[in-house]
């Protein structure tokens, strides 16, 4: 397919776990796929090998979500190994542990930097460069329903992602462009597992009515579906891929 007509993707955080399934996925239903990360170069590049193993198009292009200059570049980049951008997915994040105490301020900075404003970096670029059709998608958190201790900062920075998301969707009024959050419960990558026992993952599991966490190809999934024509009237939407996790 050539540049004109192939649909392009952005997926921020692809080297690994979701973002490198969501990637893959949207590769597979026919996209071409920047995979951006922070600093795993050989997993990026690993990313974009599998997908052109499959018959498909991608480039990796590094940078931090959080430095409006890295996004900025990404977008251009994007533009000019592909000539369009169809749908931007942001899910790259990250999940320190701190209880709500001033001597985590550090942890407090840190994650609202990578995931709220990355966002909104992410977000605005989007709304800058999509066309007609275009698709925006951000990965929130089916944990903002439990507000287990230790999860202040991550919770907070998510409830603003979702929050971006609406009023997003409503800045978009007139360009036929759809904003939403994807929102899953707990999911089989390092995210998730860092610094969990055994008996603490499976506890998790057990939440879930399906009695399982998730893996990265089940959040695909449902971006794809946002992504695809088949999810063309869902707007200003957090779906909440969970299993039951509520
Ligand atoms: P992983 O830790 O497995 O992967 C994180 C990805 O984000 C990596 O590709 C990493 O790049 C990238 N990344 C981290 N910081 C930055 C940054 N500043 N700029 C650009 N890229 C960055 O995480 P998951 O796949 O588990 O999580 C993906 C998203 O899903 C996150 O937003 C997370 O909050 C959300 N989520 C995850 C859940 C889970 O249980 N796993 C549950 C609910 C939500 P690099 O490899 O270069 O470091």
Redesign the pocket.
Known sequence: MDNATQRTAIV????????RAIALRLAADGLAVTV?????TA??EETVAAIEANGGKAVAVQ????NPQDVERLFQATQEAFGRIDVVVH?????PMATIGSDNLEAFDKVIA??LR?AYLVLAQAARHLGEGGRIIA?????LAKSFPAYGPYIAS?AGVEGLVHVLANEMRGRQITVNAV?????A????FHGKTDERVAEIAAMSPLERIGQ?EEIASAVAFLAGPDGAWVNSQVIRVNGGFA
């Open positions: 921020t955080g692809a080297s690994r776990g979701i973002g951006n990360y922070a600093g795993n997993k990026a940078g931090d979500v959080a899910n790259a994040g990250i999940m990578t995931n990355g990965l929130s958190s089916s944990v998510k929102a899953p419960g707990p999911v990558t390092e995210l998730f990265p």
